[in-house]
């Protein structure tokens, strides 16, 4: 029994594995890259932004967790799409588990839609 359970949880969670892999190779990345913009123009660290600056960091902040949520859902309807891959496994429990997460994985990519959507109409305003 606890064999069963275990390979359906990891094929439902498979490909929430593969993601997780896939963003710590990007953070390792992303960390590789801000260690040598830092080591080539350290000052940076000491800028103060100006508020041009600022407004565009709210912009790329709101794109950023707009790009983060469509990843979740991704990942959270291709979480569904293992659970409900094999028939001869498919326990209703565990689909409604996935069908959860997969509603409030798109609640928070509305949310950052329409986040992302407001910081550029007022971007726009100014």
């Known amino acids: 029994g606890a064999v ?42 000491l800028h103060q932004p100006n508020t041009k600056e600022v407004e565009a960091q709210v912009v790329y902040d709101a794109a950023r967790s707009y790009a983060q949520a469509a990843s979740d859902l991704r990942a959270a309807s291709e979480s569904l799409e293992a659970a409900t891959a ?9 689909v409604a588990d996935v069908t959860t997460r997969l509603g409030q994985a798109f609640e928070r990519f509305r949310l950052a839609e329409k986040y992302l959507l407001d910081k550029l109409i007022e971007k726009e305003q100014r």
């Open 4 to 45: 069963t359970r275990l390979g359906s949880l990891l094929a439902s969670e498979t490909p929430s594995l593969r993601r997780t892999l896939a963003n710590l190779r990007l953070m390792s990345d992303q960390l590789k890259l801000t260690a040598v913009e830092v080591r080539s123009q350290p000052w940076r660290l």
């Open 86 to 94: 094999d028939p001869s496994r498919l326990r209703d429990e565990a």
